[in-house]
C-alpha cells in the first residue's frame, strides 16, 4: 500500500508543478506526512510553499486557527479541519491548503470529542473550502494510518486540481 500511494504522491506533485498550483497543509494527526510526501517529488519547492505540523491544540490557535472554532466545534470537527486548511493557505498565500485533524488508535484524553479512528480534513481553494469526515479501518499502527488518510486526501486532491 505504501508504495502505491508514495507513487500517487509523486503524480500530485508532478501535475500540482504541471499546472502551476501552490499548496500548503496544517497538519495534527498524520504529523506532516503529507507534506512530506509532496516534498519527496524533485522540483516540489516550486508548490510547495511550506506546512504546519500543529499536533497541540495551542499550535493551531499559533497557526491561525481561531480557539473559538476549537471551544465551539471541538479539535476533532470538520470546523476545525477547514479552520486549518484556511489558515494554512492565508499563512502561505497558497492555492490550495490542507487541513488535517483526527484520532486514530486511542482516544485523546486531552479532548473529550475524540473518537478513535475518525478523521475531519478539509481542502480550502480560492473557490471556498470543502471538509470530509472519515471514519477508517483498524490498523495495527500510527504509520498504517497516517498513511491511509494521506491516500484519501490525494485522492480528493486529485479530484480538484
Known amino acids: 500500500m505504501e508504495v502505491e500511494i508514495r507513487d500517487k504522491y509523486t503524480r500530485l506533485t508532478k501535475l500540482l508543478i504541471e499546472k502551476g498550483v501552490t499548496i500548503t497543509t496544517m497538519e495534527s494527526c498524520t504529523g506532516g506526512l503529507i507534506a512530506s510526501l509532496i516534498t519527496d517529488t524533485e522540483g516540489a519547492s516550486a508548490v510547495m510553499k511550506g506546512a504546519f505540523v ?16 476549537i471551544e465551539k466545534y471541538g479539535v476533532y470537527s470538520k470546523e476545525t ?37 475518525t478523521v475531519y480534513y478539509a481542502i480550502a481553494t480560492d473557490a471556498g473550502v470543502e471538509s470530509f469526515c472519515k471514519s477508517i479501518p483498524l490498523m495495527s499502527n500510527r504509520p498504517e494510518c497516517k498513511m491511509f488518510v494521506a491516500d484519501l486526501v490525494a485522492d480528493s486532491l486529485f479530484a480538484r486540481i
Open 54 to 69: 500543529t499536533y497541540s491544540n495551542e499550535a493551531k490557535i499559533m497557526a491561525g486557527v481561531d480557539s473559538g472554532i
Open 81 to 117: 479541519a477547514e479552520a486549518m486548511a484556511i489558515a494554512c493557505k492565508d499563512a502561505y498565500g497558497a492555492d490550495i491548503g490542507v487541513g488535517v485533524t483526527g484520532s486514530f488508535l486511542n482516544a485523546d484524553h486531552n479532548n473529550d470529542d475524540s473518537v478513535p479512528q
